[in-house]
């Protein structure tokens, strides 16, 4: 058996780089390692059969929240669910074409029912329409929305989902009834109402 003099004069640069490259390497395997199991720690949290509303309230930021909802969404069966980034998502947070292969854009609002959604969630995912190409824009949120929210969106032909209609999703989605999610997440806006000025 050789010595450690021997091995150190063999190896270019001797002994002391290849242990301090073999540690490096072994500390960029245990990081990777750690990654791969958070990640999946995070995947398994976010499972759409086992989250219930009290999680959905309980999530940390809205980001948690959209990443359950592209696991819900792609779960029901959607087809071409994509999550845009967190920055510069141009006012959508997810993308996906419905059962008649309409494009449509989502924005994900995760608010406690004491803070309504208000009109900035519409403009936002109705000006993200042009930038991914699509035809219906959709905003979902745990919480409400505040009358002139509900208003223009309205006008604008952007659907609302509010906490209710998640629960109803959520339901519909453990009792394996996708079509029925669906139909709640594809239904038509709600009918503009009249104007009340004349226009001139």
């Known amino acids: 058996m050789q010595n450690l003099g021997e091995w150190n004069e063999r190896l270019p640069g001797g002994a002391p780089i290849w242990i301090a490259a073999g540690a490096i390497l072994l500390l960029i395997l245990l990081v990777l390692r750690l990654n ?6 995070i995947r398994r949290q976010l499972d759409p059969r086992r989250i219930t509303m009290k999680e959905i309230d309980g999530m940390l930021d809205g980001s948690d929240f959209e990443r359950y909802l592209h696991r819900l969404f792609a779960e029901l069966g959607y087809e071409g669910v994509f999550k845009t980034n967190a920055s510069g998502d141009f006012g959508a947070d997810l993308i996906f074409d ?27 995912v109705y000006g993200s329409k042009r930038v991914y190409g699509a035809q219906r824009a959709v905003v979902l949120t745990s919480g409400r929305y505040t009358g002139a929210c509900r208003k223009l969106a309205a006008y604008n032909e952007v659907v609302l989902l509010d906490r209710e ?14 079509e029925e999610a669906m139909e709640l997440i594809e239904r038509e806006p709600e009918e503009a109402p009249r104007e009340l000025e004349p226009r001139s």
């Open 36 to 41: 791969a199991l958070r990640r999946r720690r």
């Open 98 to 124: 419905d059962r008649y292969g309409v494009r449509t854009v989502l924005q994900a609002k995760r608010y406690a029912a004491s803070n309504p959604v208000g009109l900035s969630a519409v403009q936002e």
């Open 165 to 178: 209609d998640l629960e109803a999703i959520i339901a519909a989605f453990k009792s394996k009834r996708p």
